[in-house]
């Protein structure tokens, strides 16, 4: 479902310098997985959900996503593959402030080339518990349920893969594990493979699958060694 191969990525700093982030050699998922991958702030986590996610073109190598390779498209290419097959829940939400809970979930799915399923957007509002929210627009909700409805709309058009980046960073502590949970359990319900990143290794616990970014970043992995 889910395959990088000779992934690199570095950035030129104003000094003239190119600082490598990413390279990883390889990784892969299988359809219906869930994995976490955990490491320190800084290390090019979201680097690379960012380059999975077709928003960020690596330097080389391949990201192979249901059998197809984002790096061979187009900007706008890319954005149509990630519409159609991928979810991602932002760590800061990335609603649109002047449209409602459920405007929210239905422009996301207008992007895609499924047709638009209200049905399936109230489904989701009452899955995450805010059916009674659903015209409240986001400065109207508290940060957990803000939170809520960014995972309601990554789901909308049942992706192939949902890539969640620190998504209890900005919620309250009593309600981290009700967001995993609930990303957790909706994904396995739809099949969707899931790749959670977080730091926090409370968060990581509750998965079967943990993996240290240092073990598959060369990286983080020299520079762990020449430290």
């Given at each position: 479902?889910?395959?990088?191969?000779?992934?690199?990525?570095?950035?030129?700093?104003?000094?003239?310098?190119?600082?490598?982030?990413?390279?990883?050699?390889?990784?892969?998922?299988?359809?219906?997985?869930?994995?976490?991958?955990?490491?320190?702030?800084?290390?090019?986590?979201?680097?690379?959900?960012?380059?999975?996610?077709?928003?960020?073109?690596?330097?080389?190598?391949?990201?192979?996503?249901?059998?197809?390779?984002?790096?061979?498209?187009?900007?706008?290419?890319?954005?149509?593959?990630?519409?159609?097959?991928?979810?991602?829940?932002?760590?800061?939400?990335?609603?649109?402030?002047?449209?409602?809970?459920?405007?929210?979930?239905?422009?996301?799915?207008?992007?895609?080339?499924?047709?638009?399923?209200?049905?399936?957007?109230?489904?989701?509002?009452?899955?995450?518990?805010l059916s009674h929210r659903s015209g409240n627009k986001p400065q109207a909700m508290s940060v957990g349920e803000q939170q809520r409805v960014a995972v309601a709309r990554a789901l909308a058009n049942r992706p192939a893969v949902l890539l969640a980046d620190e998504p209890t960073a900005n919620v309250d502590p009593n309600n981290q594990s009700q967001i995993v949970d609930l990303i957790r359990e909706t994904c396995e319900e739809d099949n969707i493979s899931l790749l959670m990143v977080t730091h926090s290794m409370e968060v990581a616990e509750q998965f079967q699958r943990i993996d240290q970014l240092e073990s598959i970043n060369l990286v983080v992995s020299q520079a762990r060694a020449n430290a």
């Open positions: 479902m889910l395959e990088l191969s000779d992934i690199k990525k570095s950035y030129l700093q104003p000094n003239g310098e190119n600082v490598p982030i990413l390279d990883i050699p390889a990784y892969r998922m299988d359809t219906g997985e869930q994995a976490v991958l955990i490491g320190p702030s800084g290390c090019g986590k979201t680097t690379l959900l960012h380059i999975i996610a077709g928003i960020t073109r690596p330097d080389q190598g391949q990201v192979k996503l249901d059998g197809i390779d984002l790096t061979q498209y187009s900007e706008a290419g890319r954005d149509r593959i990630r519409a159609d097959k991928l979810g991602y829940v932002f760590q800061t939400f990335n609603l649109l402030p002047a449209f409602s809970a459920l405007e929210n979930i239905l422009l996301g799915m207008s992007f895609a080339k499924k047709k638009l399923a209200h049905d399936r957007a109230k489904y989701l509002l009452d899955r995450v518990g």
